[in-house]
Structure formats: C-alpha cells, structure tokens
C-alpha cells in the first residue's frame, strides 16, 4: 500500500517562509518523477514543482521560479518544497504526487497540507 505523507503546512504571513515535507515510504515507484501541485480555491489543481528521483533535473511552474526549491532526500525517501517570499497567491491545498510523468499522469497522490498567506 503506497502512502504519501504530507506535512508542514500551515498560516503565514506574506513574505514568509514555509517547508513543505512529503514522506514516501520505501516504495518503488516505476517512473522517476515526483512532484508537488496545489488547488488555490475556486481553481482547478496546478503543478508547482517536479524533480527527477535520482538526478537533478527539476522543473518549476513560472509562478513559484526563484520562490520555490524542490529537493528529495533518498536516504530518506521525502520530498520537500521549500516555499519563501509566500504572497496570498500562494494559498492552496497542496499535494505531493509520486510515480508521475513531469507534470502528467501521477498515479499516487497525498492528502494534502493546507498553506494559507495572509
């Protein structure tokens, strides 16, 4: 059973900082990308950021270059966003995804962390 675990969320004020963590168990996965999206309300959900497990390709969604870093820890299966100069944009649900092509077709998905930027 694959788990995705989010945590790290939470309210901050604009210009703030915030590290999102996704903890991924020892699963396998077939394709080598993982990534974070997000749900800003009223919208439909959006990529944010992929990276390629295993290498350092990484791939951002214009809106969060130069804000925000994506990063794995292989050792310990996690992957993590790190979220800086936060605007009320930024405030989404977002979640970790796993086993994924880029930015498409991610068959394991988080429950979520809630990020709200005041």
């Known amino acids: 059973h694959v788990q995705l675990v989010e945590s790290g969320g939470g309210s901050v004020q604009a210009g703030g900082s915030l590290t999102l963590s996704c903890a991924a168990g020892?699963?396998?996965?077939?394709?080598?990308?993982m990534g974070w999206f997000r749900q800003r309300p009223g919208k439909d959900r959006e990529g944010v950021a992929v990276?390629?497990?295993?290498?350092?390709?990484?791939s951002y969604a214009d809106s969060v270059k130069g804000r925000f870093t994506i990063s794995h820890d292989k050792a310990q299966n996690t992957l993590y966003l790190q979220l800086n100069s936060l605007s009320t944009e930024d405030t989404a649900m977002y979640y970790c995804?796993?086993?994924?092509?880029?930015?498409?077709?991610?068959?394991?998905w988080g429950q979520g962390t809630q990020v709200t930027v005041s």
């Open positions: 995804a796993a086993n994924g092509d880029i930015w498409s077709e991610y068959k394991f």
């Open positions: 020892r699963y396998t996965y077939k394709r080598n990308c």
């Open positions: 990276l390629w497990i295993g290498g350092a390709t990484t």
